[in-house]
């Protein structure tokens, strides 16, 4: 299983821009799809982004059109790139290696720190 550290994160105003990104460790990198999740205080985890190995990327409907993911396997990195960003953007966002039919089915153990987002005036 790939380590993935996550950063990106911070403070910005409604409308504004950041980008994810998560580096991961390891030689495999390139077979793994990967996926973008957050947790809003007090609400379920949600898949929000996921790029598969071959670079198909679907989204939640709530981020369409706003949201890109993106990855790197020369690097072993994917990116969130987050524009317009809302105030219900507000989350700890997770990257997390692999493929789940929902959340919680997402081993607790690859949960790691995140990168907290906020978006606020």
């Known amino acids: ?3 993935v550290v996550e950063s990106g994160g911070g ?3 409604p409308g504004g821009s ?16 990967m996926g973008w999740y957050r947790q809003a ?17 679907k989204y939640a409907d709530a981020v ?3 949201f890109t993911i993106s990855r790197d396997n020369a690097k072993n990195t994917v990116f969130l790139q987050m524009n317009s ?17 929902s959340p919680a089915r997402v081993p607790q153990a690859h949960w790691g720190q995140g990168t907290q ?5």
């Open 1 to 3: 299983q790939l380590q």
């Open 11 to 13: 403070l910005v105003q």
């Open 18 to 33: 950041l980008t994810l990104s998560c580096v991961a460790s390891g030689s495999l990198f390139s077979i793994y799809n």
């Open 41 to 57: 205080p007090g609400m379920e985890r949600e898949l929000v982004a996921h790029i598969t190995s071959g670079g198909n990327t």
């Open 64 to 66: 369409k059109g706003r």
């Open 85 to 101: 960003l809302k105030p219900e953007d507000t989350a700890v966002y997770y990257c997390i290696p692999g493929s789940y039919t």
């Open 117 to 121: 987002v906020t978006v606020s005036s």
